[in-house]
């Protein structure tokens, strides 16, 4: 069965890099777009980034370009988010998400990221 | 960037209800819209897709319909496991998304 497992959150000072990794398995990864999608504490979902499955385009929020980096290995079957210059409305919980042109039904669990002082 | 409004934010149901959600869009979006389910600490779940078509193994209960830019979820007769929060989404712009808000559905 499909499985996603994100890694890699934890708490990081404003300004600090982190990079968060999402483990895919139960389905042939290279063949399918990514999404990393975002949680706020006690907020809505907010969509972060989308790399297509050959890691030929990469779309971002506005709120995160040019600090976010998507990235995958489809030689080790895992999704990245290089998040730099972390602010403090970047604490969330990020979930990865496989594409299925309609949305997603599979997502990880999610990994919560704070970004505090 | 198409925006995504969803009302209302929060409303009390008791169990055997009819309840709806509504979704507009800022501009149209055809039928490119889902809708989750979202239990607290869990990730979302995919209810609908295409506006209207449910989910595999998602209760009939559940239904979607609209196109352009206004939608509904209507759950017809609400059970306790439907007590979360729903949300919309628009894959018009694919591969970017936006979400709503959220509805939160809580018990009488």
């Known amino acids: 069965q499909v499985q996603l497992v994100e890694s890699g959150g934890g708490v990081v000072q404003p300004g600090g890099s982190l990079r968060l990794s999402c483990a895919a398995s139960?389905?042939?990864?290279?063949?399918?777009?990514m999404h990393w999608v975002r949680q706020a504490p006690g907020k809505g979902l907010e969509w972060v980034a989308f790399i297509r499955y050959d890691g030929s385009n990469k779309y971002y929020a506005d709120s995160v370009k040019g600090r976010f980096t998507i990235s995958r290995d489809n030689s080790k079957n895992t999704l990245y988010l290089q998040m730099n210059s972390l602010r403090a409305e970047d604490t969330a919980v990020y979930y990865c998400?496989?594409?299925?042109?309609?949305?997603?039904?599979?997502w990880g669990q999610g990994t919560l990221v704070t970004v505090s002082s | 960037a198409i925006r995504m409004t969803q009302s209302p934010s929060s409303f009390s149901a008791s169990t055997g209800d009819r309840v709806t959600i509504t979704c507009r869009a800022s501009q149209g979006i055809s039928s490119y819209l889902a809708w989750y389910q979202q239990k607290p600490g869990k990730a979302p779940k995919l209810l609908i897709y295409a506006a209207s078509t449910l989910q595999s193994g998602v209760p009939s209960r559940f239904s979607g319909s609209g196109s352009g830019t206004d939608f509904t979820l209507t759950i017809s007769c609400l059970q306790s496991e439907d007590f979360a929060t729903y949300y919309c989404?628009?894959?018009?712009?694919?591969?970017?998304?936006?979400f709503g808000q959220g509805t939160k559905v809580e018990i009488k």
């Open positions: 989404q628009q894959y018009y712009s694919y591969p970017t998304w936006t």
């Open positions: 998400a496989k594409d299925q042109l309609r949305g997603a039904i599979h």
């Open positions: 139960g389905f042939t990864f290279s063949s399918y777009g």
